[in-house]
């Protein structure tokens, strides 16, 4: 491959702490190859790692003195040598949400903000990063992906970096920032007449067909370990302690389920202490497989057909829904669905407290936050974290008429003033009493 010497600073010697793919159901084990199926029993496939091997080499030190990105965690992600792609995606601000904490009646919350992440603003840069470093390493110069939209901006755009060729699937109906978002970057974008999950089915067949690198599909056991970063940047950024709560959104539900593996891996190589962590989960009401399963206790996930403005989080067939749901049950955890109205007041409230503009999928976490508050789900003192994963200017028609609007004036002191008195007087009718 041409860019093995891309970047001098590194060798091409392997390196790999990882050991192979096993399957998450029978354990079978496979050679580390593009494939997510198991053979046996079509159990979805993992990376597996060495993590005596990884315990031996990796210090808090030494993760503190690597790059300032989810590369510093190097040595869990499925890559065999040290030329990775590296577009400064990851270590994105926790932030103490204090103002949103008191409206909420929260003590202890945080803000993990991939709304800034890098380069196309949302937690997919993650999986990506990784899923592309490994399809160099494994030979493709075609990559693709089947998408909700902010994976379609990455993998279009981090492919653009790498110099591979780009094929991108997405449902016609994308808001507008999203398709824009991907084909700035050139590459062959592909939007099908159907749903997410009609997507997802065509694209399983081109994999097949075409022998393309598909980062969701015949590269997912790669893709997916991308998510664990959102562990373990918590978990530094915290002190090196684990939080108490967390409340993340679910598509496939595979974000959720990764980001407790990243929290287990850690204790497990003994850079963190151990406890309990709750793990509750977001979906939108209009596509709430994963909900309606974890409330019936059903033990199956029965797939809808998406309807809700939350496009990015719209999965009606999620493969990871099943593990979502145990590890919410495991952890005394919860998993709930809020309307599209909800919502959007999600993402006014995190705007107003916390100055974050959030996409629709943030702001299904923050109203299924407040819901888990409201209820009594979620404890006060808990140090809560919430995962805020896309940003806010890619889904602008979700809440166009349902934000105020500029005062329009001349370019006159006098209009100004005029404008600013009505607008005291609106204000100051707001917030009367109404009496009747
Ligand atoms: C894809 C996506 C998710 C969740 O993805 P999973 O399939 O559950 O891993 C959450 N938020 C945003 C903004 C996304 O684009
Ligand atoms: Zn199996």
Known sequence: MTSATQNSRYTSEKVSTFSGLKCKECGAEYEA?????????????EVAYDYEAIAAKVTRESIQAGPNSIWRYRDFLPVETDNYID??????????????????GLKNLYIKNDAVNMPTLSFKDRVVSVALSRARELGFSTVACASTGNLANSTAAIAAHAGLDCCVFIPSDLEAGKVLGTVIYAP????????????????????????????????????????????YEVIEQ???????????PLASGSLFTKIYKGFQEFVKVGLVEGKDVRFSGAQAEGCSPIASAFRDGRDFVTPVKPKTIAK?????????????????????????????????????LLAETEGIFTETAGGTT????????????????????????????????????????????????????????????????????VSV
């Open 87 to 104: 577009v400064g995606t990851g270590m994105t601000p926790l932030i103490k949400a204090s103002r949103l904490a008191r409206r909420l």
């Open 312 to 348: 990015s989080i719209a999965i009606g067939n999620p493969a990871d829904g099943i593990y979502a749901i145990d590890i919410a049950r495991k952890t005394n955890g919860n998993i709930e669905s809020v309307t599209d109205a909800e919502i959007i007041e999600g993402m006014k």
């Open 188 to 231: 062959k974008v592909f939007a099908v007449h159907g749903n997410y999950d009609q997507v997802n089915r065509l694209c399983s067949e081109v994999a097949n067909t075409h022998g393309w690198g598909f980062v969701n599909i015949n590269l997912r056991p790669y893709y997916s370990e991308g998510s664990k970063t959102l562990g």
């Open 238 to 248: 915290l002190g090196w302690q684990l939080p108490d709560h967390i409340v993340a």
């Open 366 to 433: 923050i109203a299924v936050l407040k819901k888990l508050v409201e209820a009594g789900k979620i404890d006060p003192d808990e140090t809560t974290v919430a995962y805020i994963t896309g940003n806010g200017l890619k889904t602008q028609e979700a809440i166009q008429g349902y934000v105020g609007e500029p005062l329009q004036i001349e370019p006159k002191l006098n209009s100004f003033e005029r404008a600013l008195e009505r607008s005291h007087t609106l204000e100051r009718l707001e917030w009367q009493p």
């Open 33 to 45: 190859k593009a494939m997510h199926v198991c053979e046996f029993c079509f159990g979805p496939l």
